[in-house]
């Protein structure tokens, strides 16, 4: 039916709908928006996560600021800390006498008569920390000396090998010597271990982490 | 170039395209009978009528009266009247409008001329004179109210444009601007599309002209409506007169005395009649009356159309059948 009585400008708009050209655009159109969705999608998303971003930031400059003012008022607590961890090498490269002397006690057997011990150190390294120079030793060395009788055996062999089993692995025993006489023979022994192993074989152990002070 | 592509972007109907318009065209049809105090709808699918709705002027969203008054209150809920009907019949979102108006007397016209007595070449010309200057074509034009102009062929063919000789009767008609526009106005705001918008004088004598056998016989037509009624004359399937007058008993004594002036050969009278006419008695007793009774023989079916409350009941009042014959021309 012809559109009897209607307005042209009714009429004008009614194009739109009906003609195939319009129709055409209007699709491609569409199709135009709807392809840009992901990409609208991915700003939303990409200006939240960069709003989010930029809080965060915001919050760790903060917290960065407390802590750091925080760390002033600590400052002189730091200072005390890294002297202390200034004399790790120092404290670390030591050696538990009391032990070293309980274990000879421990293993001498009753034929040796123990006349003389002497634990010295030696190979010094100069280690510099804040208070001055240090000589921090890297080897140790423990010198037993004593008489057998001249009946005994190697009694003093036996305790220099049990002994070298008890210091720290790298120990070595360094001389060894018998001098024959009668009734008694005077032996000597000298071991060296070093300064920086565990002395978990002379019966020392761990009480707390490395960091707990 | 620009304007245009901006225009289009400014007026183009997202919702229509969204609602299926990039694919298809074809829409569902709801055609109004729009009276004085009283609005009829036929809603149609692609194969015609699939329901009626007899008094949509109580409707909160109903279309403007044939006054001009919107009928009973003014504004819409959340749906509109156009979306509810299609969805109640089961037929597409997007919908177009054809409005059937009983216009008051004043806002209507309706002649029979040639383009020669109207001194014009074509039709197109003969609209913008009239659209221009009515004084210049009609003589006398006392209204002072801008009308709407159309132009049939002697046929009264709807669905054809009409470009007849110089000396071959046409059919004038007009509605009033102002009662055309509040029909657009509303049908706008439906999303509607508007097929046309027809004086229902008019169209009842276009389905006279397509069902009845004018072409056997001249024939005499009196349409009855709220509004008067309108006697045509049709010799040999061409219109050659139509008359605005009271009554139908006007109208036919009218027809009666111009008989011999259009050399018409003892014709057939017809009466269409919107609503039961009580002037059967003074009327010609071989008038043949256009009714629920005969309209079945008349248009060769019986229509059948599902109403609002689901129900399909038949629906035979000459109305109903003229709304469904306009919505498949």
């Not at chain 1, 939240?48 to 008022?73: F, N, V, Y």
């Not at chain 2, 109004?32 to 699918?45: D, R, S």
């Not at chain 2, 007058?245 to 011999?260: H, K, N, P, T, W």
Request: some cysteine.
């Amino acid at each position: 039916m012809n559109p009897y009585l209607v307005s042209k400008e009714v009429l004008a708009r009614q194009v739109y709908r009906y003609s195939p050209a319009y129709r055409l655009a209007a699709l491609l159109l569409f199709g135009f928006l709807f392809l840009q969705v992901p990409a609208v999608v991915w700003l939303i998303y990409e200006r939240q996560a960069d709003q989010d971003r930029r809080t965060r930031a915001g919050q760790l400059a903060a917290e960065a600021a407390r802590i750091s003012s925080d760390r002033k008022a600590l400052a002189d607590t730091e200072k005390k800390l890294k002297r202390i961890q200034d004399l790790a090498p120092v404290l670390r490269a030591r050696l538990p006498i009391s032990a070293v002397l309980g274990k000879i006690e421990q293993l001498a057997p009753r034929d040796l008569a123990l006349s003389q011990i002497v634990i010295d150190a030696g190979e010094f390294q100069p280690v510099q920390i804040e208070t001055g120079l240090f000589q921090v030793p890297r080897q140790i060395t423990i010198v037993i000396a004593g008489q057998e009788t001249a009946q005994g055996g190697d009694a003093y062999r036996d305790l220099a090998g049990k002994l070298l089993e008890s210091l720290p692995p790298g120990s070595k025993i360094a001389d060894t010597s018998l001098a024959e006489g009668q009734p008694f023979k005077t032996f000597r022994l000298a071991l060296n271990a070093p300064t920086n192993g565990n002395y978990f074989g002379l019966g020392v152990t761990k009480i707390s982490t490395q960091n707990s002070l | 170039m620009l304007d245009d592509i901006s225009t289009f972007l400014r007026e183009m109907p997202v919702k229509y395209y969204l609602a299926g318009g990039f694919w298809s065209t074809k829409e569902p049809t709801l055609a109004f009978f729009i009276g004085q105090e009283k609005i009829e709808a036929l809603v149609a699918g692609s194969r015609g009528g699939v329901g009626y709705e007899g008094s949509l002027e109580k409707d909160n969203d109903a279309p403007p009266l044939a006054s001009g008054q919107r009928s009973f209150a003014n504004g819409t809920g959340s749906r509109t009247l156009s979306r509810k009907l299609a969805s109640r019949y089961r037929l597409r979102r997007n919908v177009k409008h054809l409005f059937v108006v009983d216009a008051d007397k004043k806002d209507r016209f309706f002649g029979v001329n040639t383009l020669e007595r109207l001194r014009q070449r074509s039709v197109a010309s003969a609209l913008e004179e009239m659209h221009e200057n009515p004084q210049q074509i009609f003589g006398s034009w006392p209204e002072q109210t801008p009308f709407r102009w159309a132009i049939l062929n002697r046929e009264i063919t709807l669905s054809t444009d009409t470009s007849p000789r110089i000396d071959e009767p046409i059919l004038i008609f007009g509605i009033a601007d102002e009662l055309c526009a509040s029909f657009e106005s509303w049908a706008e705001t439906q999303g509607a599309s508007i097929a046309a918008i027809l004086p229902l004088s008019i169209a009842v004598l276009a389905w006279c002209n397509a069902n009845l056998a004018t072409k056997d016989r001249d024939s005499l037509v009196v349409v009855a409506t709220g509004q008067g009624a309108v006697s045509a004359a049709f010799k040999r399937r061409s219109l050659i007169y139509i008359s605005q007058e009271e009554s139908v008993a006007d109208a036919f004594s009218a027809l009666e005395r111009e008989v011999d002036a259009l050399e018409l050969e003892s014709p057939a009278r017809y009466l269409w009649a919107l609503n039961n006419t009580e002037e059967r008695r003074t009327i010609p007793e071989e008038l043949v009356i256009i009714d629920e009774e005969n309209i079945q023989g008349i248009s060769g079916e019986s229509l059948a159309l599902q109403e609002g409350h689901g129900k399909k009941i038949k629906h035979d009042r000459p109305i109903a059948h003229l709304l469904n014959w306009l919505v498949k021309q």
